[in-house]
């Protein structure tokens, strides 16, 4: 069994934006228990604990906003990467020309853009739409990465302001300090820590190309998942074998 779980956050130990399962809260607890837990999330670290709810407070470590806040289950704070405004101001230009391209019409405009500090999450359909139409909405990740690829371009635009861009959660483009993504934080969150690399592991829903996990592959050991059902049956077998 592994020392150390990094998990992400959205459909890997819970449904999107949405609060852990009463059944599966015992399951990450009693893991916790055995080993380290961090969550690795596009989300601020207060939507993690609030996604986790109390039940789990101090039981995991957090990387929030794809890790460019990194705090301790004790609550030391290992550092915080907040965006210039000049990196701001090119993500927003961004999103007002994909929204442009995509020309959707949406229930509220106020819920389009979320600016975490360290990060800005531009939902394509709204942050807090209906959860049964944002799971239909884009499933398989083909409408953003079609987005990327239209907007190619732009994309290199924002490289150029120092900004990088990944599909996070369901409906989600993260916006983040270009470099500064999963896979950097959680190397340098092992390196803080003084753990090895082969006691680690990486469990998320997006590990595959173009992913929002993707850059923690080749980082430490991963374990795809369909969903966070899938997830749980998972730690289920993990902690009943060791």
Known sequence: MQKH?????????????????PEHAPILKKLSGRADVIVVSG??????????????EGA??????????????????LWNRSLAQA?????????????????Y????????????DSQIAFSLIGHHEDK???????????????LL???????ETLKGANVEVRIGGTTNLDFFELGKNKGFNVNLFIEKMGWEKPD????GDALFEGGNDETVVGVIPTKPVADYRETYSYLSKVLLDS
């Open 87 to 103: 990196q701001k101001d090119a993500i927003l230009a961004f999103v007002a020309k994909a929204r442009k391209h995509l020309g």
């Open 132 to 146: 049964a139409v944002k799971d239909a909405f884009d499933p398989d990740f083909k409408k953003r990465i079609q």
């Open 149 to 155: 690829n239209n907007l190619s371009a732009d994309v």
């Open 5 to 21: 779980f990094f998990f992400d956050l959205d459909n890997t130990l819970t449904p999107s934006k949405s609060l852990i399962l």
């Open 105 to 116: 019409t949406v229930r509220d405009e106020n819920d389009i853009v979320e600016d975490r």
């Open 60 to 77: 995991f470590h957090i990387l929030g906003q794809n890790g460019n806040f990194a705090e301790t289950k004790d609550g030391r704070v």
């Open 200 to 203: 680690c592991i990486y469990v």
């Open 43 to 56: 989300h601020g670290e207060k939507d993690i604990r609030k996604h986790l709810t109390p039940v789990l």
